[in-house]
Structures are given as C-alpha cells and as structure tokens.
C-alpha cells in the first residue's frame, strides 16, 4: 500500500509540473485529461495487480494489533469489576455503620480473584473510634453477609 501511495505522489507532482508548463487553452485542458487518464491507470493497476505479501503482512499486523485490543479491553473491564465490587462493599459498609451508629471515618475494602472466576472482597480496613461491643457487631456482620473473616479486617483508630 505504501508503494502505490509514494507512486501515486510522484506521478501527481509529475503531472502538475506538466500542465504549469503547458499554455492556457485548449492544450492545457487535453494535458489535464491525459495526466487524470496516467493517475487513474496506476491506481486501477494496484488495485487490479494487488501486493498479495504486503497485503497479508499487514492483516497479519492487523490481527496482533486486534488481539492485543482485546487483552488490554478484558484486563480493564476486570479492573473495572474489581473497582465496581470494592466501591459497593464499601458504601455497604458505611451504609450499615452508619445505620448501627457507628462511627467509621474511613473503610477500605480489598477484592480478590475467586475460583469461580468473580471479584469477591477479600479484606476489609475500616478507621473509626468504636467501641469493643459495636466492633464485634460489624465485624459479624461483615463476616457473615460480605464473607470477610475477623482475621481479614483491620480496625485503626488513628487512620494510618
């Protein structure tokens, strides 16, 4: 493709030296007529006369570029996943927290990997000054409705 396109170029800069240099008139227009005629013949050779390895190696290239695409779109929308179920565990939390009366600053909620092929949350920090009674409650609630055992959950008090 990119021979036909530098002929193609060379052979319009040809032509257009050609017509300045012909006179005004009925010359000119012929000239016109025989350099869009030379144009047209190159280009209906390439395309009757394709570069049949040119044109494989480029699909082939097409097809790696493609494949690379689809990697790159399926890494991110797992990430994205991972985003998603991290953001709503965590709103769940706060939610809840906030029902109980307990005051959490701040929640962090790790999702990993399952072997069903799901991002389920994984460990849990949550920052807040509680009481011992009010962080059992949640931890229980956490352990049994988001699955995330008490030795998978990190109570701060400082924030850090």
Wanted: glycine content about 4%.
């Amino acid at each position: 493709m990119e021979k036909i396109v530098k002929i193609l170029c060379a052979l319009s800069v040809f032509c257009a030296l050609v017509t300045n240099l012909v006179p005004e008139g009925r010359e000119k227009r012929v000239m016109r007529f025989v350099c869009s005629v030379v144009l047209l013949s190159a280009l209906f050779r390439y395309v009757r006369e394709p570069d049949w390895d040119t044109l494989a190696l480029e699909s082939a290239r097409l097809r790696q570029r493609e494949e690379a695409f689809l990697q790159d779109a399926e890494r991110i929308r797992d990430e994205l996943q991972r985003t998603v179920i991290e953001d709503e565990c965590r709103t769940y939390i706060l939610n809840k927290a906030r029902q109980m009366q307990i005051d959490l600053e701040d929640v962090s909620v790790t999702a990993q990997w399952s072997m069903e092929g799901i991002w389920v949350p994984h460990r849990a920090v949550l920052t807040g000054k509680t009481e011992e009674q009010q962080k059992n409650l949640l931890s229980s609630i956490l352990e049994t409705e988001l699955g995330i055992p008490r030795s998978r959950q990190e109570w701060r008090t400082d924030g850090a």
